[in-house]
């Protein structure tokens, strides 16, 4: 029986033909910006998010602090929001290591944040506070797509106000295939975007921030002290490049699925459905007596759920159409054995 892993999105294994991609890629070192694949990818990359410059980065994690890190000096902060990877998965890094302050805010119910209260938030020119310097948003949020309009909107505030605009886009291409736009209708709004491949694009490793040249040179100066220079990068980049270029429409499937699973799920009385399933996640919640048993009852049959209090179920490329009817009807199972 084919394991079911349900956890993340991260979880894929890249495709023969994307194994394929990495053993022949041609590589030289890309600290001396000498690897040509790596170099391919960031102008790929760059082109297609219509953005001046890219880097090729080991991680979403270290992707987004790099941003933070080029927009941001010391003693600067950014806005963002209370349950934003950027500010609550990712160990605190840009205090840690780059002495800026957060300014959390709580989302709306939608993904977004509300932009009156981003302005209240900005802080006086004042020695008293810390500078308030970037914005910073997550499109997917937890698997909400954010609206175009919210987007600009947001743009818009920035421009007037003068800080910088960053997206913390891991999933910007579910984003896009669920809005059915070009990518670039989103990266458009933004001076910064990070985007992961190893998310539901299906590399095994690697993002790419993309931006403007003064701040992407920036980053690259930052990469290197967080160690983050790697030398024949371009067996990974490769892999980045393929997703890139051969699994963004696919994401359509995953979503599909995920849409499917929240249907079927509907008609099993136990489960509650919070939500979800606009893009790859959907979110339910069952009786607390249940939820350690269903998830032993599942692991038992190889099957595997993300939980933090609520279950999150992630779509993507190792979840086929068959594998989200197993899912249910297991689920079915459990509580007809528990009843
Ligand atoms: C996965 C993820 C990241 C980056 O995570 P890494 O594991 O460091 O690649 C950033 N933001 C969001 C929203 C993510 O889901």
């Known amino acids: 029986m084919k ?3 349900l956890r993340s999105d991260t979880v894929t294994r890249p495709t023969p033909e994307m194994r394929a991609a990495m ?7 890309d600290v001396y910006g000498e690897d040509p694949t790596a170099n391919r990818l960031e102008a790929f990359a760059a082109e297609l998010l219509c953005k001046e ?3 090729f980065v080991p991680s979403g ?3 987004n602090l790099l941003a933070l890190l080029s927009h941001c ?6 806005i963002v929001g209370q349950q934003a990877h950027t500010y609550k998965y990712e160990g605190g890094g840009a205090a840690v290591l780059g002495s800026i302050q957060p300014q959390p805010l709580e989302y709306e119910a939608d993904g977004t944040l509300d932009l009156a209260r981003v302005e209240a938030t900005i802080k006086p020119d004042d020695p008293h506070y810390a500078k308030t310097r970037l914005l910073c948003l997550e499109n997917t949020q937890a698997g909400k797509v954010l609206p175009l309009d919210f987007l600009k909107a947001a743009r818009a505030l920035c421009d007037r106000t003068g800080l910088g605009l960053h997206l913390d886009g891991a999933r910007i291409f579910n984003a896009a295939v669920s809005l059915d736009v070009p990518v670039s209708e989103i990266s458009n709004q ?3 975007v990070s985007v992961c491949m190893s998310k539901g694009l299906g590399a095994p490793v690697g993002s790419v921030l993309c931006g403007p040249g003064d701040l992407i040179g920036k980053a690259r100066r930052w990469r290197k002290v967080l160690g983050g220079g790697m030398r024949q990068a371009g067996m990974l980049a490769a892999a980045g490049l393929y997703a890139l270029q051969n699994h963004v429409s696919r994401l359509r499937e995953d979503h599909d699925n995920a849409h499917l699973l929240a249907q079927q799920l509907a008609a099993v009385p136990e489960v509650k459905i919070d939500g979800g399933a606009q ?6 919640h069952v009786e607390a007596e249940h939820s350690p048993r269903l998830n032993e009852y599942l692991a038992e049959r190889d099957i595997r759920v993300g ?7 992630v779509t993507h490329l190792d979840v086929e159409q068959s594998d989200i009817h197993r899912f249910v009807s297991e689920v079915g199972n459990y509580f007809r054995q528990a009843a």
């Not at 893009?279 to 339910?284: G, K, L, S």
């Open 53 to 55: 410059a890219a880097i």
């Open 190 to 192: 933004f001076d910064t």
């Open 61 to 63: 994690t270290q992707s």
């Open 279 to 284: 893009t790859n996640m959907v979110f339910i």
């Open 307 to 313: 939980g933090y209090g609520a279950m999150r179920l």
């Open 23 to 29: 053993i022949n890629a041609e590589v030289g070192d």
């Open 3 to 5: 394991a079911i892993d």
């Open 73 to 78: 000096e010391r003693g600067d902060e950014y």
